[in-house]
């Protein structure tokens, strides 16, 4: 059984960085989609970013593309999303999640292909 963990958020003051971890335990192949997803309270969950096991293909959202980084450790099982110059506005509860079986190319950063998740941990960026 997969579960996912994810670790590193926490109060930052705008203009700051945090690195967000999620430890992946249990066996995931190489045709696994890897992705962090927010939800800001009163707001739909959305993808943030997506890194593909296969090769190490990474998608951003519009929104982060410059400003947050993907990246996985294979030898950690581990997950990372590098986050620098925060605004308030990425405050937000923030989710790892794995899609097991990807029907699509390019790890789209759509919640409903994703099957298992973290149980979520908070950023709070303060002005």
């Known amino acids: 059984q997969v579960t996912l963990v994810e670790s590193g958020g926490g109060s930052v003051p705008a203009g700051g960085s945090l690195r967000l971890s999620c430890v992946v335990s249990?066996?995931?192949?190489?045709?696994?989609?890897l992705g962090w997803f927010r939800q800001a309270p009163g707001k739909e969950r959305e993808g943030v970013a997506s890194?593909?096991?296969?090769?190490?293909?990474?998608y951003y959202a519009d929104s982060v593309k410059g400003q947050f980084t993907i990246s996985r450790d294979k030898a950690k099982n581990t997950m990372y999303l590098q986050m620098d110059s925060l605004k308030s506005e990425d405050t937000a509860m923030y989710y790892c999640?794995?899609?097991?079986?990807?029907?699509?190319?390019?790890?789209?950063?759509?919640?409903?292909?994703?099957?298992?998740w973290g149980q979520g941990i908070q950023v709070t960026v303060s002005s």
């Open positions: 249990g066996y995931i192949d190489s045709d696994t989609c």
């Open positions: 890194i593909y096991t296969k090769d190490g293909t990474t």
């Open positions: 999640a794995a899609d097991q079986s990807p029907q699509w190319v390019g790890c789209p950063l759509t919640k409903y292909e994703y099957n298992l």
